[in-house]
């Protein structure tokens, strides 16, 4: 009797575990369906039209384009998608998938060198059935992740499947100019995929947003490294963007003979610092030839790289860990002394700005029908695929050089001659079209804001506007010039002589 | 048979032996032209820019020519610069004859080559320019082919224009021909008549050709002939540049009088050529040797019409005294300028390095060179779009303008990767200041700079702009040098001319 008690106890005691096994089993099927349907409820098609600026004629607009995107819901009710999805938006709208309902929605945060946006719904059903996506961390080189998203604006979701291939600091295509960490897979990431989010066990590890259009299978993903940095950024109510230090450097402290000139000790690694950009916060701190060896607590090698997330990346990654206002501390070396500065992050943007911009209505002034415009990425791109080598001379050595060739603290940017709308008294302005502006009737000219006041100052019967480089000046019969100044603006259909730039 | 028939016969047999008795002229110019075109072949030969110390590969080149001397032989500069060997073939003999440059000119692209007397079977029959000019009229153009036959074409005279060489900065008289029959630009000879009145030396697919005119070619023989080769001196060309002044508002600016409407604007002046020392900017010129010069910067001359105030300049020679009116604050003076011209070599950034090698100086893997427009241009077909434009304002802004503190532009122009140059092997494109303490100021310096601070364990090499100091070990540098040479097959590390 024992004995058979016995067997029957372990047998049931197997069959529970077979049952129990199963039930798991169960569990755990149900658990992958339900996440996965999850996922796929919380990721979202984005339709809007967007409008870019004429920046030649800044008073119009260029023609609408209908854009679509992914992207998926977060915390707080909150849509997390690219900037490039959203930017010059004039209407937005979203659509969850199987539902034919349209959302029409709003940008709440926008933050363009870091190509991430936020939008709202206005009808907060839209979140019924939604699941707010969780963040990972920085997934591993090697693994599996999947991208969710609408690519080529299909309405149904599609996932694909790829591995990590690199995690490294690259350029972010929208504004052409900012970089921050990267990361690399071969899953397929087309048009439309861009804000949909890359899963890896259950948790967003990345924001599909740009892929090569040379190369086959390689796309790149915003790690939650960025995403973090924005959405704490914009906890404030308004985003901030990346700040830096101000400075550039030179990576090639590996000579010995270099090490031993700038008298740093043979075994220490570190960049040396070429030049530090006016008015920034480490204009104060460091000087050329200073040599960085260490910033916060991470050392900084020959190649500027430090460890840091596990990873070796570019010594700028402790920087992007922080937020305008916040401060590193720069350990550097200054003729054989080591030295320990706190510099406080800022914008410390060049004066001739890199950056593509979006959402701003382009600043003009128009004088007796001359154009005038700040010189920046977008008016440079006007000149095509190829417009950094068929720009004129004189925008290519500003675009190149700004920062060696302006000596002036107050400057804000260059103001150039963009287009001349032909009247009887600018008949003979035709050659001084695309060059920069350095004085109007002797002022010098430092930003828009100098220049409808500067031409309306006629020392005598003539306006003359001198250009950079150009010893000719161009001139203007005064007079004349305020005479027609109105009906040119009639002529031209321009709705106000003059805009400052202004956040849309 | 009615009378008209008849007449419209006769008109055609008229029409006809027309038509026959050109061809035979022109036979017969072609017949009396065979001891006098030739075809010249030249291997060409020139320097590897970014590897100065090498030449690029060899190749084979053509040309045509015409005698103007019983052994000299006049043709275009397109082809022999950089040539090794010139050799000519003429109707009379089978073989190619051996040809020396005698004078090469590139501002006026006219080159002159000589022949060994021995090595001709009789002299040849040289051909003289006539400065005949008639607008509208036909011209015959005729050439010397490799495969031993004289060519011809035709066309009509369309203008006589003021125009840049390609060859050089310079601007000559050209005359253009409109509806030309064949591409010319080679040298072929262009007559009017029985005149020879210019070579060809441009074709546009507009079928037109430009020529050098007899008066050029006339001055150049003249200049030529004059002096030996090694004191040829060329044109006079211009030392500033000038714009229209068409502006009436512009004009009143320059406090110019309604009633005076003609001057052109100097809207720079140069350090080198004519004008460069005596004009200013914003100087507005009046006349020039009492004839009037307009607001488009031309005057009215008695057989081309109205061209461009240049020839005026050109059509001098060196050394001699050119009048200026020019309005100058408000008032008119009068300028006594000196005929001046300049070689390239004297420019900040020379136009052209032709038959010459490239200098520079290797040290420790790092190329320094002097920037040319010949280095830039080598870059490829969009080089003004892709150079550096810091080095390439040099060139595009200041070639014009040596002076006692900047004669040239030295560049690092790469780093020949080494142990010695770790860290430093992406540099290039950058523009040398000092080099052990010392400006450089031409190329020239980088030898004297080389022997200076023996004390210190380093050369040190600084640049514009924001550049690393490149640093490079004095101990074992020859060894290193002579490893570095041997390794990317440099027969000379340097080559500097004194």
Same mark, same amino acid.
């Given at each position: 009797?024992?004995?058979?008690r ?9 069959c ?5 096994a ?16 999850n ?18 004629t ?24 690219n ?21 029409p929605?709003?940008v709440e945060?926008i ?7 936020i939008?709202?719904?206005?009808d ?6 939604t699941?707010?996506l969780?963040?990972?961390?920085i ?26 291939s ?8 929208h504004?052409?100019a900012?970089?921050h ?8 990431i ?5 804000g ?6 259950g ?29 704490d950024?914009?906890?404030d109510g ?10 550039s ?21 570190g ?18 030839g200073?040599?960085?060896?260490q ?7 020959d190649?500027g ?13 402790v ?7 916040e ?8 003729d ?22 979006y ?12 154009t ?19 720009i004129?001379?004189?925008l ?8 060696q ?13 963009s ?25 010098t ?17 003539f ?5 950079m ?5 161009l001139?203007?019969?005064?007079k004349?010039?305020l ?13 106000a ?8 | 048979m009615n ?11 008229c ?8 061809a035979?002229?022109d ?6 032209l ?5 075809y010249?072949k ?7 820019q970014?590897?100065?110390w090498?030449k690029?590969?060899?190749?084979e080149?053509?040309?045509?020519g015409?005698a ?14 950089? $040539? ?5 073939r003429i109707?009379?003999?089978? =073989?190619?004859?051996p040809?020396?440059? #005698? +004078? &090469? ?10 022949l060994?007397?021995?090595?001709l079977?009789g ?7 006539s400065?005949?000019?008639?607008k509208g ?13 004289i060519?011809?074409?035709?066309g ?38 029985k005149? $020879? ?10 079928? =037109?050709?430009?020529?050098?005119s007899? #008066? +050029? &070619?006339?001055?150049f ?11 040829y001196?060329?044109?006079p060309?211009?030392?500033?540049s ?20 003609k ?13 460069s ?5 914003a100087?507005?010129?009046l ?8 607001a488009?910067?031309?005057f ?5 019409g109205l ?5 005026l300049?050109?059509?001098r ?18 300028l006594?300028?000196?005929a001046?011209s ?12 032709y ?7 290797v040290?420790g ?11 830039l ?25 040596p ?11 790469y ?27 031409s ?5 004297e ?17 924001d550049n690393?100091v490149?640093v490079?070990p ?7 040098d002579?490893?570095i ?8 590390l340097?080559?500097?001319e004194?």
């Amino acid at each position: 009797m024992s004995y058979f008690r016995k067997r029957l106890v372990r047998l049931s005691a197997v069959c529970i575990v077979f049952v129990w096994a199963g039930l798991w089993m169960q569990n755990i099927a149900t658990a992958e369906d339900e996440r996965e349907q999850n996922i796929e409820q919380s990721v979202v098609l984005i339709r809007c039209v967007q409008q870019d600026f004429d920046y030649i004629t800044p008073w119009k607009q260029t023609s609408m384009v209908q854009g679509v995107g992914s992207g998926f819901v977060i915390t707080g009710n909150r849509i997390l998608t690219n900037a490039h999805n959203v930017s010059n938006i004039r209407y937005v709208e979203l659509k969850k998938q199987n539902f034919a309902k349209r959302y029409p929605a709003k940008v709440e945060f926008i933050g363009h060198d870091c190509d991430l946006a936020i939008l709202s719904v206005f009808d907060q059903s839209f979140f019924e059935g939604t699941w707010p996506l969780e963040f990972g961390g920085i997934p591993k080189v090697n693994t599996t992740v999947s991208t969710y998203g609408f690519p080529l604006g299909g309405q149904h979701i599609s996932v694909t499947e790829g591995v990590v291939s690199r995690i490294q600091m690259d350029t972010y295509s929208h504004t052409g100019a900012d970089s921050h960490l990267v990361i690399q897979t071969d899953a397929a990431i087309n048009p439309g995929n861009s804000g949909g989010p890359v899963m890896q066990n259950g948790k967003v590890v990345g924001v599909a947003f740009q892929g090569i259009r040379l190369a086959e299978n390689i796309g790149y993903m915003i790690p939650t490294t960025v995403i973090q940095h924005f959405l704490d950024d914009v906890n404030d109510g308004r985003y901030d963007s990346y700040g830096s230090l101000g400075f550039s450097y030179y990576r090639g402290l590996h000579n010995p003979g270099y090490k031993d000139y700038l008298k740093v000790p043979q075994e220490q690694d570190g960049v040396i610092v070429l030049r530090t950009t006016m008015n920034s916060s480490a204009e104060d701190v460091l000087q050329a030839g200073d040599v960085i060896t260490q910033i916060d607590e991470y050392n900084v090698d020959d190649d500027g790289m430090v460890k840091i997330h596990d990873l070796t990346l570019l010594m700028g990654e402790v920087i992007e860990q922080k937020q305008i206002g916040e401060s590193v501390e720069v350990t550097f070396f200054r003729d054989g002394q080591m030295r320990r500065e706190k510099i406080t992050i800022a914008l410390n943007r060049p004066i001739m700005e890199y950056a593509r911009s979006y959402d701003k209505a382009p600043g003009y002034v128009v004088f007796a029908g001359l154009t005038f415009v700040p010189v920046t990425r977008n008016f440079l791109e006007n000149w095509g695929r190829d417009w950094l080598s068929d720009i004129p001379f004189c925008l290519r050595y500003l675009f190149s050089y700004s920062s060696q060739l302006n000596t002036e603290r107050q400057r804000k940017g260059y103001i150039v001659l963009s287009e001349i709308l032909s009247d009887k008294v600018n008949s003979y302005c035709g050659g001084f079209k695309s060059q920069v502006v350095e004085t109007i009737n002797g002022d010098t000219v430092y930003s828009l804001d100098d220049v409808a006041q500067a031409c309306r100052k006629s020392t005598d019967s003539f306006c003359t506007i001198k250009f950079m480089g150009v010893e000719k000046p161009l001139i203007l019969d005064a007079k004349q010039a305020l005479e027609s100044h109105e009906p040119i603006l009639r002529k031209y259909q321009i709705p106000a002589e003059s805009r400052m730039e202004k956040q849309l | 048979m009615n009378i008209r028939v008849v007449l419209k016969y006769l008109c055609l047999l008229c029409v006809g032996s027309c038509c026959l008795s050109a061809a035979s002229a022109d036979e017969k110019i072609a017949e009396k032209l065979k001891d006098s075109l030739v075809y010249v072949k030249i291997s060409v030969y020139p320097y590897d820019q970014y590897r100065p110390w090498k030449k690029a590969d060899v190749q084979e080149k053509s040309t045509y020519g015409c005698a103007v001397g019983p052994y000299q032989v006049l043709t275009t500069t397109y082809n022999i610069s950089d $040539a090794t060997f010139v050799s000519i073939r003429i109707d009379a003999q089978n =073989e190619y004859i051996p040809a020396t440059v #005698e +004078v &090469i000119d590139y501002e006026s692209n006219l080159c002159l080559l000589r022949l060994e007397p021995n090595e001709l079977a009789g002299p040849l029959v040289p051909i003289k320019f006539s400065e005949n000019y008639k607008k509208g009229a036909e011209v015959q153009s005729y050439w010397f082919s490799y495969k031993g036959h004289i060519y011809s074409g035709r066309g009509f005279i369309d203008r006589a224009e003021v125009l840049k060489s390609s060859r050089s900065y310079a601007q000559f008289l050209n005359y253009v021909v409109s509806n030309a029959s064949q591409r010319t630009s080679s040298a072929e000879v262009y007559f009017l008549g029985k005149k $020879a009145i210019g070579i060809a030396c441009w074709s546009s697919d507009e079928q =037109e050709a430009g020529l050098i005119s007899a #008066e +050029v &070619i006339n001055h150049f023989l003249a200049d030529a002939a004059g002096s030996p080769k090694a004191a040829y001196e060329g044109f006079p060309v211009l030392g500033f540049s000038a714009i229209w002044l068409i502006d009436p508002t512009r004009r009143r600016y320059l406090k110019m009088p309604e009633s005076m409407q003609k001057g052109v604007f100097v809207s720079d002046v140069y350090n080198l050529g004519t004008g460069s020392e005596e004009l200013q900017q914003a100087d507005i010129i009046l006349e020039i040797d009492g004839i009037s010069i307009d607001a488009h910067g031309r005057f009215k001359h008695p057989k081309f019409g109205l061209i461009s105030f240049e020839h005026l300049i050109t059509r001098r020679k060196v050394g001699e005294t050119i009048k200026f009116e020019v309005w100058r604050d408000g008032k008119k003076q009068q300028l006594k300028v000196k005929a001046r011209s300049f070689k390239a070599s004297e420019m900040l950034v020379p136009y052209y390095e032709y038959d010459s090698q490239p200098q520079y100086m290797v040290i420790g893997g790092f190329i320094l060179q002097k920037l040319t427009r010949g280095y830039l241009a080598a870059r490829g077909e969009d080089w003004a779009g892709t150079a550096d434009p810091h080095v390439f304002h040099y060139y595009r802004e200041l070639a014009y303008k040596p002076t006692d503190e900047r004669k040239d532009i030295v560049v690092l122009s790469y780093v020949l990767p080494a142990e010695i140059n770790l860290g430093y092997q992406r540099l290039g494109s950058i523009v040398v200041s000092r080099f052990n303490g010392k400006d450089i100021t031409s190329i020239k310096d980088l030898v004297e700079a080389r022997q200076l601070e023996t004390d210190s364990k380093y050369h040190v090499i600084e640049f514009e702009n924001d550049n690393p100091v490149v640093v490079i070990p004095r101990k074992g540098l020859d060894l290193i040098d002579a490893q570095i040479a041997q390794r990317y097959g440099i027969q000379n590390l340097i080559h500097i001319e004194p």
